[in-house]
């Protein structure tokens, strides 16, 4: 589609304008979508607590886990939180 054919369907006059908006649309669709996604494996060990995430690393996109009661080896999300856990935390870390 052409930018005369979206000024068109739009009622726009200002071609600069009409071209601004469009470059503007353009950029916040290619902020909203997740690119270069890189998927990170690490295994859990017994008394480990805390793993470090790779340096390279802009934004976690979620975690998941298998739970050892789970037959089907399906992997679980462990959901976000903005609240303090409600379980105490018995080591004190």
Do not use: W
């Not at 071609?15 to 908006?21: H, L």
């Amino acid at each position: 589609m052409k930018v005369q054919e979206i000024m068109e369907r739009v009622g726009a006059r200002d071609t600069g304008r009409a071209i601004a908006y469009i470059k503007d649309a353009l950029e916040e669709m290619g902020l909203k979508t997740h690119s270069h996604i890189d998927i990170e494996k690490q295994d859990i060990k017994n008394g480990k607590r805390y793993y470090d995430i790779p340096f390279n690393a802009l934004m976690v996109l979620n975690i998941r886990c298998k739970n050892q009661n789970n037959s089907e080896n399906k992997y679980e999300i462990i959901p976000r939180t903005i609240y303090e856990p409600s379980r105490g935390d018995d080591d004190g870390i």
